[in-house]
């Protein structure tokens, strides 16, 4: 890779009390590519989307963004955090706000934007992503789909580096991921960098220039996407993908 | 998988033509009767049950005198105005007094949720106040600030007995204020306090624009209920003296060792919490309806 990538994680390790989650992780992801994480449940997919985005903090190892190191002490987290953006699997919209407001709050409150030009951008995305009538609404009257949705206009108002998705269609309804994955699909070919754990092993493999197969708190096999799921080199990636299909779910 | 942006699902809620089934009618019928009996039962029982307490008062050996003493309608008559009076002090007092616990709750719930070595002081400072102030009774404190206070003889320290009486009030109700509010923000999800920050809101922005929202509204109805208990409260600042509804009773009780002053006055009070209870009735059993009509709360 000759560009400087967006994210690079170098021998990340952390931990919870006792539980080693992630054991030395090594990740590089290059500008407007979509690399997606994949592994069974508490392989740490998560964890490694928190801690890229510093909302933990790593045992050991170093993460840099576009070639900074955000995982200096010194590094302002609040100004790292404003360049990624995140959507969680909850949703996690905040109640009290309408569709609006959950918008707009970053771009007004930490980016400085005035009202007008956050609410129009906001509306503008809105409208692209299907929700143009929703912007008054609250979250709790929306679908889970839309929910989601709300949750990525949020997260690329800010206008981010680098889009960080944790399991997005996992609480959603079977009728209603196929919504939000064509969201995702949108935006990659827009260009947008995006680094995305899944269970949806057939959109991984459609859309993920990089997979990478996450077991045991280490990157265990990493490749394009035809090679990680057409010709995996490594058993244990070959047994995980076994019992997906076994399960329907490839 | 693929689904076009036109086509995203919506679920329809348009009228019909349906017409109730007679087994939905007689089902209708049949809990219309219950209710009505359940009224009618209701009733018959609140009667009963008030006929058996004025008999038992009534015919109680002491009646005559305690009726004497403490339902005299001519005393009545004359405390009511005086009483009426002193109340409007009691209501000054439950305006400054709660306004200043809000603030002041507030503040000390949050200091008790601030996190970094630098504020330890002051989470240390919020934390002891607080059960301090919750364990201290409240006759006890306003004696100590209503009383205590002025014998200091301090330069410029007030010697008003109501501006101390609501000083030690607001001490001790901020106490309670304050937990109400702490525990408001504790129950706000961390994964809402975590969206904001991956937003890139700070700290303090993330506590201002997310948590506190969610941890007030939550909370209402319990701060409502140490309002109604704060404005009952206000009755104690006539022990330093100040002339609110309870003295004014016992100004005329102290002249004519007639009770039925404290009667009007407890009347008074009680006509006045009333509306304020109902009002947290109705305001949580809104919250609880849309609480149930809504998941994300």
Redesign the interface.
């Given at each position: 890779m000759s560009e400087t990538p967006v994210l690079r994680m170098e021998s990340v390790r952390k931990s919870f009390g006792g539980s080693v989650v992630l054991r030395g992780v090594d990740l590089e992801v290059a500008p407007h590519t979509v690399t997606a994480l994949i592994g069974a449940s508490g392989s740490g997919k998560s964890t490694l989307l928190r801690c890229a985005?510093l909302?933990e903090e790593i045992d050991d190892g170093a993460i840099w963004l576009d070639g900074e190191e955000i995982t200096d002490p010194r590094a302002d987290q609040?100004?790292v955090?404003?360049r990624?953006?995140?959507v969680?699997q909850?949703y996690?919209?905040?109640?009290?706000m309408t569709v609006l407001e959950n918008i707009t709050?970053?771009p007004r409150?930490?980016?400085g934007v005035p009202r007008a030009e956050a609410e129009a951008r906001a509306r503008e995305l809105l409208e692209r992503?299907?929700l143009g009538g929703r912007a008054g609404e609250?979250?709790?009257?929306l679908?889970g789909?839309?929910q989601q949705r709300v949750a990525i206009v949020?997260?690329l108002a800010?206008r981010p580096r680098l889009l960080l998705l944790d399991e997005i269609t996992a609480a959603l309804d079977p009728?209603?991921?196929?919504?939000v994955?064509?969201v995702v699909r949108d935006l990659k070919d827009e260009g947008m960098t995006m680094v995305l754990a899944t269970h949806e092993m057939?959109?991984a493999r459609e859309v993920a220039d990089q997979v990478c197969f996450l077991e045991g708190g280490v990157v265990l096999e990493r490749g394009t996407a035809e090679q990680v799921f057409g010709e995996p080199r490594q058993e244990r990636t070959r047994r995980f993908l076994r019992r997906i299909v076994e399960a329907g779910r490839l | 998988?693929?689904?076009d942006?036109?086509e995203?699902?919506e679920s329809s809620g348009e009228p019909d033509d349906y017409v109730p089934s007679q087994r939905r009618l007689d089902r209708e019928r049949y809990r219309r009767a219950r209710a009505r009996r359940a009224t009618a039962i209701g009733a018959l029982s609140t009667l009963v049950t008030g006929a058996v307490l004025y008999l038992v008062v009534v015919n109680a050996p002491g009646w005559p005198r305690t009726k004497e003493t403490f339902f005299d309608w001519g005393y009545a008559r004359e405390a009511f105005p005086k009483v009426l009076e002193g109340l409007w002090l009691n209501v000054r007092l439950l305006l400054v007094c709660g306004a200043a616990v809000l603030v002041l709750g507030m503040l000390i719930a949050v200091a008790r949720t601030l996190r970094g070595p630098v504020f330890f002081p002051l989470r240390v400072l919020a934390a002891a106040y607080t059960d301090f102030f919750r364990g201290l009774p409240l006759i006890i404190n306003l004696m100590i600030v209503v009383l205590g206070v002025p014998a200091l003889r301090l330069q410029g320290v007030t010697l008003d007995p109501v501006l101390l009486g609501g000083t030690a009030l607001t001490l001790t109700y901020s106490a309670y204020v304050a937990e109400v509010f702490r525990a408001g923000i504790e129950s706000v999800h961390p994964?809402?306090r975590?969206?904001?920050?991956?937003?890139?809101?700070?700290n303090r922005?993330a506590l201002r624009?997310?948590v506190l929202?969610?941890a007030v509204?939550r909370q209402v109805p319990p701060l409502l209920n140490d309002l109604v208990s704060l404005q009952k409260d206000t009755g104690l600042v006539s022990i330093g003296g100040a002339v609110d509804a309870v003295r004014a009773a016992d100004i005329i009780v102290g002249r004519s060792l007639n009770y039925t002053p404290y009667i009007v006055a407890g009347l008074v009070f009680v006509a006045l919490t009333i509306p304020m209870t109902r009002f947290t009735d109705w305001v949580t059993a809104r919250m609880d309806r849309r609480r149930a009509?809504?998941?994300?709360?």
């Open positions: 985005n909302l609040d100004a955090r404003r990624i953006g995140v969680f909850a996690n919209l905040f109640p009290h709050l970053a409150r930490v980016h992503l299907g609250y979250p709790d009257r679908s789909g839309q949020r997260a800010v009728e209603l991921v196929g919504e994955l064509t057939g959109f | 998988m693929t689904l942006k036109g995203l699902a994964s809402q975590a969206a904001a920050r991956s937003l890139g809101l700070s922005q624009y997310v929202p969610q509204r009509q809504g998941g994300v709360t």
